[in-house]
């Protein structure tokens, strides 16, 4: 009872302060956050001291290497963060932003304008650098948070969060519009569930496990980030290095995240001169290698690849390949299994590459480039809440402007209905 007690009061103190967000200027909210980076960076050694609690704990408990590594701050990651929260507070203001205007026949000017959503509650983990990316989208776009982080990250999330709270508070944050749950209880997730009335959306942002039973119990709507089964589809007409490189990247250069490649499709055409160099660069890079019958007959010392594997998040340095006989094959292996995350497809064929990125179906799709691009802070968002797998509300990498609805603005002159 005393959890939900408490949970309770800060989802009201939120909501009291998301109706005095709406005041506050583009300018009031900007210091805010210039306020927030500068803090991250004068306090990057309190943050590396409690970082470094969640990481030995999660080493000792046994946790993935790629679990360990969202969960890993460095100087580096810490100055990286702070330079997102001013990436975010130099983007154009959303909030009064006018999408559409016209007058009715009989009269009424209407208008429609970006409003903020109101409580965003947040639910994550592993990842700390969520934390400030989530309060300075949420800053930016006028609404109070509620954060809930996981159990492996509660130190890390715990002093930036706080570390946040303070310097945005000195100048001028409506106290309780960042709302920290302070706890590894499970309990306290159903509980900020059944707020309805309190928080006007979730964003779940972790496991596939951990999103679809939020799903199945909120009463608050919920925003889905589903799992990334990522795919490089490289065409008979792909350029060799380019298709080598990018498939390389979208492998290799971070593994453990959620736009990283797990499906490899290559043209039968292409293959014989494709796969052995590629399989030559991830071998070097410890990659281990699983394929179908017809990749086997050309990389005789690789794992045969299972039904499981085409549907695998690996989030490590493992990866499935398949040949495919046609575009449309690949299209259909990736309807199949693809989660509509990020898809990429190398050809110098335009009217292969038109077809993909028409008929695939996915929140990013890539013509010769790396799935790797999928993110807030390359999209030019500044950052993100999560990268949004459903069609409704939001969709792909969601910045600002997902964190806000809209309203009709109605002027009349004494105008009445007949």
């Known amino acids: 009872m005393e959890l939900k007690n408490d949970l309770r009061k800060q989802a009201i103190n939120a909501k009291n302060a998301a109706f005095k967000m709406v005041s506050l200027s583009n300018d009031n909210r900007n210091n805010i956050l210039y306020a927030i980076a500068d803090s991250l960076e004068d306090k990057i050694e309190d943050i590396l001291f409690r970082n470094e609690i969640d990481v030995l704990a999660a080493k000792e408990a046994g946790l993935s290497s790629s679990l360990v590594d969202r969960l890993v701050l460095t100087e580096d990651r810490i100055k990286e963060i702070a330079k997102a929260v001013r990436d975010v507070a130099d983007l154009d203001d959303p909030i009064g932003e006018e999408i559409s205007t016209h007058t009715t026949v009989e009269g009424l000017l209407i208008k429609k304008k970006r409003v903020p959503l109101g409580v965003v509650g947040m639910i994550y983990e592993a990842r700390p650098n969520v934390t400030i990316d989530t309060i300075a989208l949420c800053i930016k776009s006028g609404n109070a ?63 596939k496990n951990m999103i679809d039973a939020i799903v199945k119990v909120s009463k608050v709507p919920v925003i889905r980030h589903g799992k990334g089964l990522c795919h490089t589809y490289v065409d008979k007409h792909a350029n060799i ?146 990268i949004s797998t459903q069609k409704l509300h939001a969709r792909g990498p969601m910045g600002i402007r997902e964190l806000t609805s809209y309203k009709f603005i109605i002027y009349g002159q004494g105008n009445i209905r007949k």
């Open 145 to 207: 948070v509620v954060l809930k982080g996981g159990s492996e990250a509660l130190d890390s999330n715990m002093v930036l969060s706080k570390i946040a709270i303070e310097a945005a508070m000195e100048k001028g944050l409506p106290a309780g519009a960042i709302q920290f749950i302070a706890t590894s209880d499970r309990e306290a997730i159903k509980e900020l569930l059944q707020l309805d009335s309190l928080i006007d959306v979730i964003i779940p942002r972790g496991s």
């Open 241 to 386: 290095k380019m298709a080598t490189d990018i498939a390389f990247n979208a492998k290799v250069q971070r593994p453990g995240v959620c736009n990283a490649m797990e499906t490899l499709l290559v043209h039968e055409d292409i293959a014989k001169t494709f796969l052995p160099l590629i399989a030559k660069n991830f071998k070097e890079s410890g990659v281990e290698i699983r394929g179908d019958e017809k990749t086997r007959k050309i990389l005789s010392d690789i794992k045969h690849a299972t039904q499981d594997d085409w549907n695998a998040e690996y989030l490590d340095l493992i990866i499935s390949i398949r040949v495919v006989g046609s575009l449309m094959a690949a299209i259909e292996h990736i309807r199949k299994h693809g989660t509509g995350h990020s898809e990429a497809i190398v050809t110098d064929d335009k009217e292969a590459a038109e077809r993909f990125l028409l008929e695939v179906d996915a929140s990013s799709v890539y013509h010769n480039a790396s799935t790797r691009f999928t993110d807030g802070g390359q999209f030019g968002l500044g950052a993100e809440v999560g």
